[in-house]
């Protein structure tokens, strides 16, 4: 049984390279998040999606940001011309479907270092 | 005002000793989840516990428990009989809502420390 898996672990870039991130989401989820988390914060949403149907934006979602899951399967996650505040953990996560109860299965995250 | 509040410093218990942590929650919606996540050193963060609005009974998932106080607002986890591997950081997350409404709200965490 695999989880949501994430790549890369860790990513460290010079200000304003772009980046990308991919998730892969467990496999019978159809609904896939993604999340930053800064040091001593709680994850942030920022997206999600439903299958390959984006659904909502969070407006901490810059135009920088993009986020694609091409066909409902794995996702990317881009940030354009990096900013020093990007640097953060952003997490993927997945879930079955509609229902309340439905928990969120998180990846180990990807790091980002912005130099 | 904040959706989840977590107020509560760095926590410390002894090892095999009980703890609780703090949750309290702001919604108008009538149907929300409730949801507990552990985020260890490591950075993984791994689902405890759930409870629903409309759940009569509290949730109990293991050592895990949460006490559901609808009115007051607030969803406590309580860990029993502690582990030295029970210390991580702790986050309480709310659902607002149902069908397409699916993100999380966390709260800032709680930091909980076993002494062995």
């Known amino acids: 049984d695999t989880g949501v898996s994430q790549d890369p672990r860790h990513k460290i870039t010079k200000r304003g390279q772009n980046v990308t991130f991919r998730c892969d989401p467990i496999?019978?989820?159809?609904?896939l998040y993604w999340y930053r988390q800064t040091l001593g914060q709680g994850p942030e949403f920022l997206t999600y999606?439903?299958?390959?149907?984006?659904?909502?934006k969070s407006r901490l979602l810059s135009d920088r940001f993009s986020a694609e899951r091409p066909k409902g399967s794995f996702s990317t996650l881009e940030i354009q011309r990096t900013e020093q505040g990007d640097s953060a953990m952003y997490l993927c996560?997945?879930?079955?479907?509609?229902?309340?109860?439905?928990?969120?299965?998180f990846g180990d995250g990807t790091r980002l270092s912005i130099l | 005002a904040q959706k989840i509040t977590q107020t509560q410093p760095g926590m410390f218990v002894q090892e095999k000793e009980a703890v609780t942590l703090d949750c309290t929650y702001d919604?108008?919606?009538?149907?929300?989840?409730l949801f507990w996540y552990k985020q260890p050193s490591s950075g993984e963060m791994i689902f405890l516990i759930y409870?629903?609005?409309?759940?009569?009974q509290n949730a109990t998932e293991g050592r895990y428990s949460l006490n559901f106080q609808k009115a007051r607002k607030s969803a406590n986890l309580v860990i029993s009989a502690s582990q030295l591997g029970d210390s991580a950081m702790y986050f309480c997350?709310?659902?607002?809502?149902?069908?397409?409404?699916?993100?999380?709200?966390f709260g800032k965490g709680i930091t909980l420390s076993v002494r062995p």
């Open positions: 996560a997945s879930s079955p479907g509609q229902g309340r109860n439905q928990p969120q299965h």
């Open positions: 496999s019978e989820h159809n609904r």
């Open positions: 999606f439903q299958n390959e149907a984006q659904l909502e």
């Open positions: 919604t108008s919606d009538p149907s929300y989840g």
């Open positions: 409870q629903g609005s409309y759940d009569q």
């Open positions: 997350a709310m659902r607002e809502g149902g069908g397409a409404n699916s993100k999380l709200t």
